[in-house]
């Protein structure tokens, strides 16, 4: 296979905040073509220096090294994810770029759209989320305005204020509200505020606390209503095992575990465990969330709203109506370049 690389440089509509980062209007993407006999298959890797420091330059290196491993059968899916992965573990979204260009063109040799490839029913998508960064209150009742008729909110917390938006927001919307913390409260901190919460209907609570801490997850699970799902602590399948008992599910993004092959391994796992799953992603454009939404038929939330987020999508193909996501009906991925 003959591999090609073009980096495009996305525009967000609204400058995107949370705890863990300082606002953003631009974003990078990385994409991946794969030639094989007159088929092309897309993928995006975008890095994120969060989990395992990778980042662009990291992506460039492995993808120039990781050609022998491509080889030349795009249909060896298993064979090549598994050695990038496990040569490549510190480079996960770059795994994930070649994983899901393989995945685009393997189903685009078979002429079906990639959800009939993975076997998986596109209705069963659950309604995504979308996402309200952190920001003024007066400017985050503004994006509510705007966001009026998307069934459910995601709202980044971790502020000293999170009590005071969380309550104004329930009182400006009637969408389900999910509150992702990205890590930023303390274990007894957390128990108070989750408990606190409960007033507002909150439908779940995203990664309360520092990753690691399984104990102190374990705690916040014991002692409050709301579901706990982890995101920064459910990386890829082998976390999951430490996990059980102290959250109620996972969020998977293919950025951080590596591609469509092991989130599929992850969804499995989780479910061995008991434990619920959630779609999630970077900030990718319409490669990434149409990989993602062919996962997301397999799990209980999608939170897959980030090409809408983004003003210059390069490609098309993939809809979001109101959270309700639908996929194309063309081979592979179905994306267009525009
Ligand atoms: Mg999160």
């Given at each position: 296979?003959?591999?090609l690389?073009?980096?495009?440089?996305?525009?967000?509509?609204h400058?995107?905040t949370?705890?863990?980062k300082?606002?953003?209007?631009?974003?990078d993407?990385?994409?991946v073509?794969?030639?094989?006999?007159?088929?092309?298959?897309?993928?995006?890797?975008?890095?994120?220096e969060?989990?395992?420091?990778?980042?662009?330059?990291?992506?460039?290196?492995?993808?120039?090294?990781?050609l022998?491993?491509?080889?030349?059968d795009?249909?060896?899916i298993?064979?090549?994810?598994?050695?990038l992965?496990e040569?490549?573990?510190?480079?996960?979204?770059?795994v994930?770029?070649?994983?899901?260009?393989?995945?685009?063109?393997?189903?685009?040799?078979?002429?079906?759209?990639?959800?009939?490839?993975?076997?998986?029913?596109?209705e069963?998508i659950?309604l995504?989320?979308?996402?309200v960064?952190?920001?003024?209150?007066?400017?985050?009742?503004?994006?509510?305005?705007?966001?009026?008729?998307?069934?459910?909110?995601?709202l980044?917390?971790?502020?000293?204020?999170?009590?005071?938006?969380?309550?104004?927001?329930?009182?400006?919307?009637k969408?389900k509200?999910?509150?992702?913390?990205?890590?930023?409260?303390?274990?007894?901190?957390?128990?108070d505020?989750?408990?606190?919460m409960?007033?507002?209907?909150?439908e779940?609570i995203?990664?309360?606390?520092?990753?690691?801490?399984?104990?102190?997850l374990?705690?916040?699970?014991?002692?409050?209503?709301?579901?706990?799902?982890?995101?920064?602590?459910?990386?890829d399948?082998?976390?999951?095992?430490?996990?059980?008992?102290?959250?109620?599910?996972?969020?998977?993004?293919?950025?951080?575990?590596?591609?469509?092959?092991?989130?599929?391994?992850?969804?499995?796992?989780?479910?061995?465990?008991?434990?619920?799953?959630m779609?999630?992603?970077?900030?990718?454009?319409?490669?990434?969330?149409?990989a993602?939404?062919?996962?997301a038929?397999?799990?209980?939330?999608a939170?897959?709203?980030?090409?809408?987020?983004?003003?210059?999508?390069?490609?098309?193909?993939?809809?979001?109506?109101?959270?309700?996501?639908?996929l194309?009906?063309?081979?592979?991925?179905?994306?267009k370049?525009?």
């Amino acid at each position: 296979m003959k591999l090609l690389t073009e980096f495009r440089t996305l525009k967000l509509k609204h400058p995107f905040t949370t705890s863990r980062k300082a606002p953003r209007v631009l974003t990078d993407s990385l994409y991946v073509y794969l030639e094989h006999e007159g088929y092309t298959g897309i993928g995006e890797i975008r890095p994120q220096e969060y989990y395992y420091n990778e980042t662009f330059k990291v992506s460039g290196q492995v993808l120039k090294s990781a050609l022998n491993i491509i080889g030349d059968d795009p249909f060896l899916i298993e064979d090549i994810t598994s050695e990038l992965k496990e040569k490549y573990y510190y480079a996960p979204a770059t795994v994930a770029g070649i994983d899901i260009a393989l995945h685009d063109l393997a189903a685009k040799i078979l002429g079906v759209p990639l959800y009939k490839y993975l076997g998986v029913n596109p209705e069963r998508i659950p309604l995504s989320s979308i996402t309200v960064g952190l920001d003024e209150i007066h400017v985050m009742i503004r994006k509510l305005k705007e966001l009026e008729g998307f069934p459910i909110i995601k709202l980044k917390a971790g502020l000293e204020n999170d009590m005071e938006i969380i309550k104004t927001v329930r009182e400006n919307t009637k969408a389900k509200i999910r509150v992702d913390a990205n890590t930023g409260w303390e274990v007894n901190e957390a128990v108070d505020m989750i408990n606190e919460m409960e007033k507002y209907d909150i439908e779940f609570i995203e990664q309360p606390i520092a990753k690691g801490n399984y104990e102190g997850l374990k705690k916040i699970k014991d002692n409050v209503n709301i579901p706990v799902i982890t995101d920064e602590d459910s990386v890829d399948s082998k976390d999951i095992p430490n996990l059980v008992g102290c959250v109620d599910g996972i969020n998977i993004k293919l950025m951080k575990c590596g591609g469509i092959r092991e989130a599929l391994k992850m969804v499995k796992a989780a479910r061995t465990f008991g434990l619920q799953v959630m779609a999630g992603m970077m900030l990718e454009s319409s490669v990434g969330t149409a990989a993602g939404a062919n996962i997301a038929a397999l799990t209980d939330y999608a939170d897959l709203d980030a090409n809408i987020l983004i003003s210059n999508d390069p490609f098309t193909g993939i809809s979001n109506n109101f959270g309700k996501i639908t996929l194309s009906e063309l081979p592979g991925l179905g994306l267009k370049a525009i």
